[in-house]
């Protein structure tokens, strides 16, 4: 079992960055993919980023591809998504989700993740 905590969520202008943080434990990191998702009122949850046990291999939506970067540190359980240059439409609910795999790949799809966390709250003002 994996337990997931995010951070790092808040209120911030457009233009500007936050970084959330997602901290794992209950059982060893390295072997889980990792993937930041978002939910916006009144739609479904999306792929945002994600990121293989090894770090090695990443991958992300479109509409934050050259904005958003998703890094992990193994040693300390933790996964990280800096996001820069945000977007009234980047407003959401962001969730980080852990999916157990010996094979260093990404995985992008919601209903493969195996564990989630509660989610923190991104708000960009216009």
């Known amino acids: 079992q994996v337990q997931l905590a995010e951070s790092g969520g808040g209120l911030v202008q457009a233009g500007g960055s936050l970084r959330l943080s997602c901290a794992a434990s209950g059982h060893t990191f390295t072997y889980y993919g990792m993937g930041w998702f978002r939910q916006a009122p009144g739609k479904e949850r999306e792929f945002v980023a994600a990121?293989?046990?090894?770090?090695?291999?990443?991958y992300y939506a479109d509409s934050v591809k050259g904005r958003f970067t998703i890094s992990r540190d193994n040693a300390k359980n933790t996964v990280y998504l800096q996001m820069n240059s945000l977007k009234p439409e980047d407003t959401a609910v962001y969730y980080c989700?852990?999916?157990?795999?010996?094979?260093?790949?990404?995985?992008?799809?919601?209903?493969?993740?195996?564990?989630w966390g509660q989610g923190t709250q991104v708000t960009v003002s216009s």
């Open positions: 989700a852990a999916k157990r795999t010996l094979i260093a790949v990404v995985t992008t799809t919601l209903h493969e993740y195996d564990y």
């Open positions: 990121i293989s046990w090894s770090g090695g291999s990443t």
